[in-house]
């Protein structure tokens, strides 16, 4: 787990949108999805539901948001 990766989950925990952290954070969107994606990875569960518009915070993604 990378302090980058942290970063990019804040920011569209925060935002409601990977788009928009993206743009916050100065990267590139596939850069900040790759980043959530890799934290997914390495933890085993899903943080966000990505299904709908805005995007949710699982009840995983809410557990780590409170950390």
Do not use: W, Y
Request: hydrophobic share 40%.
């Amino acid at each position: 787990m990378e302090l980058r990766e942290l970063r990019s989950f804040c920011n569209a925990a925060k935002l409601r949108s990977i788009s928009l952290a993206a743009e916050r954070l100065g990267i590139g969107q596939p850069t900040v999805t790759t980043h959530i994606k890799k934290l997914e990875e390495e933890l085993g569960v899903v943080l966000f539901d990505r299904v709908r518009r805005p995007i949710r915070l699982t009840p995983s993604g809410a557990a780590l948001s409170q950390l």
